[in-house]
């Protein structure tokens, strides 16, 4: 039996057969008129499938709407509570089938990331036995880790559930590549306010002195030395601080010290002006200048001496250190080269990315092996094409940008010849 019927106009081919692949690609079994096989009784075969198919989506337009064959195909759906109604244009259903919900689908390159899509394939779902479809389709429009491990809580028996798994293990593989998402503070708990105010003291001035606490009646001045209450003493304690300050400078400055004491023989201890040194003495003290542990020795420290060998410290070029060459990877739908709504988490990161890393940008497409070799060539050029139009409008030059089309020549999953397998459906970026 199958899922879905598809009552469409012929002219509106190129958007039925969009619909179709969507559907596909959700593991259902979809017909519509371009699979009837040569030989077959036109009506009968279209009158066996309306009859079997669990949901009849009918896709209103102008034309279609003054078609017998179609108003026929959307009664049988609406007699038997069958039947799912989209518009393709501004159109007015006929009048018996105005009652029942339609939804737009007006956006024909990009339907699949609106809400109409999401109330489709709900309805298809729980006509067909799946009731997660709807839900799953919100989850890869909104590509967050935590939807996908509520659907596959609840629908970890779906045709979908492998599907969700890669896609929920791509989206934790970049929160980690991205690192931990900081969290708004947290305000502090609030205490109670009688237990953390501060006891205030009354202001002594105006009040009267306190008989039975002589310690409260003192002022500030009252409680300082006697030597820090006259202009004299202060004036003392000033010239003294100022020789203690001129004493200790002099005993650490390694140029006034005893000759004793500059007498060693170690280069590293002993501090001669650039001047004084010969060949060998400065090779040695500009060798020194280079510290692992980025403290610098008494000649580097000299501020009279900035433009000397042992001034200049070598420091490392770090600018790379927190690059990730990648891959970035996106996988496509089956059969479309637009980027699906959870691309866009990937390609930020690697856009984010390559602000710190710089240089070429490599793009390489690849594809399932469902089509012909030529058509998957064909397919994967364009897909990469995709992803470099959203990296230039993310700030990455088109210069530095190079790509290649490998068709299903790279399987990332051995499949024989003419399988749909969604990981080999991709586009990689790597920064060389």
């Keep these: 039996m199958t899922d879905v019927f598809i009552s469409y106009k012929r002219e509106e081919r190129p958007r039925c057969v969009a619909i179709y692949n969507a559907l596909v690609d959700l593991k259902l079994s979809v017909w519509f008129d371009g699979r009837i096989e040569p030989g077959t009784s036109f009506d009968r075969e279209i009158e066996r499938e309306v009859e079997g198919a669990k949901a009849i989506l009918v896709l209103w337009s102008e034309l279609a709407r003054n078609s017998d064959w179609i108003r026929n195909e959307a009664r049988t759906g609406k007699q038997g509570e069958r039947l799912v109604a989209a518009r393709l244009d501004d159109c007015l259903p006929p009048l018996e089938f105005r009652s029942v919900q339609t939804v737009d689908l007006f956006d024909a390159g990009n339907f699949q990331s609106g809400e109409g899509w999401c109330q489709i394939v709900s309805r298809i779902g729980r006509l067909a036995g799946r009731p997660g479809l709807g839900d799953y389709v919100r989850c890869e429009q ?86 820090l209450r006259s202009p004299l003493g202060l004036v003392a304690v000033a010239l003294s601080t100022l020789a203690l300050l001129t004493w200790v400078n002099l005993v650490i400055d390694p140029r006034t010290t005893s000759s004793a004491e ?55 070029d770090v600018s790379r250190l927190d690059c990730n060459p990648g891959p970035y990877i996106v996988y496509f739908n089956w059969d479309q080269t637009s980027l699906p709504p959870e691309a866009a988490g990937t390609l930020n990161l690697a856009a984010s990315r390559w602000e710190r890393c710089g240089g070429p940008v490599q793009i390489d497409g690849h594809t399932d092996s469902s089509g012909s070799a030529s058509y998957n060539v064909g397919m994967s050029e364009r897909m990469a094409a995709s992803v470099r139009q959203y990296l230039a409008g993310r700030g990455i030059p088109d210069g530095v940008m190079t790509t290649q089309a490998f068709g299903e020549s790279r399987l990332k999953v051995a499949t024989p010849d003419g399988v749909r397998e969604s990981q080999n459906r991709r586009v990689e970026v790597t920064f060389r």
């Design 142 to 227: 909104a590509a967050e880790p935590g939807l996908w491990h509520d659907w596959l809580a609840a629908h970890g028996l779906d045709p979908l559930a492998i599907r969700a798994r890669e896609r929920l293990a791509a989206l934790e593989e970049q929160g980690a590549q991205a690192g931990p998402t900081p969290s708004p503070a947290q305000p502090a708990p609030r205490a109670d306010a009688a237990a953390v105010r501060p006891t205030r003291q009354p202001v002594k001035q105006g009040l009267p002195p306190d008989p039975g606490n002589e310690a409260a009646n003192k002022t500030i001045s009252d409680r300082l030395p006697a030597m």
């Design 262 to 316: 500059t007498k060693s023989t170690d280069p590293a201890t002993t501090w001669k002006p650039p001047a004084e040194m010969d060949a060998a003495e400065k090779a040695a003290a500009a060798a020194a200048a280079v510290d692992t542990t980025g403290v610098l020795p008494p000649a580097a420290k000299d501020t009279n001496n900035a433009a000397t060998p042992a001034n200049k410290v070598a420091i490392a």
